[in-house]
């Protein structure tokens, strides 16, 4: 008489494995929610304000404002997901990067599309000589079109298509957003440099780390490579 695979002592029955793989799952779903919910807060703030006079007697200075610090926020987030997962062990916040990189695009565009319609009315020439002559636009836009590609390219379909090295290199132009963002802020406001000090510091801690992660890889593979093999 043949055992089927379903009987075997040991084995889990497929509705078993569903059922575990989403109790696992659950946590994380939850987490996902709140995270969603909680990046969602600062644009359903603005609206709020936008409709009960909220946003002062300059609303469109404040929109600019807010939403360049939240694409920052978001981008900086997104950047501190990987240190996480080195540091923790815990492989499940890879999850939260897809996310939190659509938001900081997100916030990108409403800042990018307050400058283009409501400060300068799609005045292209103008935008043109902001980027030319005032450094802080040309980092800010700079930003924002590497953004782009990142946001197209965020989905599981084009991992695929692009395939995962490809992938990794074309989403390493996250780190020179970062950078350019932390510059759009550090020109801007001029004077009052604590905050983007702030948020330099700690987006050159997260490269910081990434370089010292890579250094210490190479150095494992160069030693390997040096290693005598020998017969026993």
Not at 106 to 129: N, P, R
Request: hydrophobic share 55%; glycine share 8%; net charge positive.
């Amino acid at each position: 008489m043949v055992m089927s695979q379903a009987s075997t002592p040991g084995a889990a029955s497929p509705p078993r494995r569903a059922a575990t793989v989403r109790r696992w799952l659950q946590p994380l779903t939850a987490a996902r929610a709140v995270v969603f919910v909680l990046a969602s807060v600062p644009a359903a703030a603005l609206v709020w304000g936008l409709f009960t006079g909220g946003l002062g007697v300059n609303p469109v200075e404040t929109i600019t404002k807010q939403t360049g610090i939240w694409t920052l926020r978001c981008v900086i987030a997104t950047l501190a997901v990987t240190p996480l997962r080195w540091a923790t062990g815990w492989n499940g916040a890879i999850r939260f990067r897809r996310m939190l990189g659509l938001f900081a695009f997100f916030y990108g565009t409403l800042h990018f599309s307050t400058y283009l319609v409501l400060d300068q009315v799609f005045a292209l020439d103008l935008i043109v000589e902001d980027v030319k002559e005032r450094p802080f636009i040309a980092a800010g836009f700079t930003a924002f079109v590497l953004m782009i590609p990142l946001a197209l390219t965020s989905t599981a379909g084009m991992i695929r298509r692009l395939g995962g090295r490809t992938w990794n290199r074309l989403h390493r132009l996250v780190y020179v957003t970062a950078v350019c963002g932390v510059l759009h802020y550090a020109w801007l406001v001029k004077v009052e440099i604590l905050a983007p000090f702030v948020y330099g510091a700690i987006v050159a801690g997260l490269l910081g780390i990434r370089v010292w992660r890579w250094s210490q890889r190479s150095r494992v593979v160069s030693a390997r490579s040096m290693t005598p093999v020998t017969d026993q």
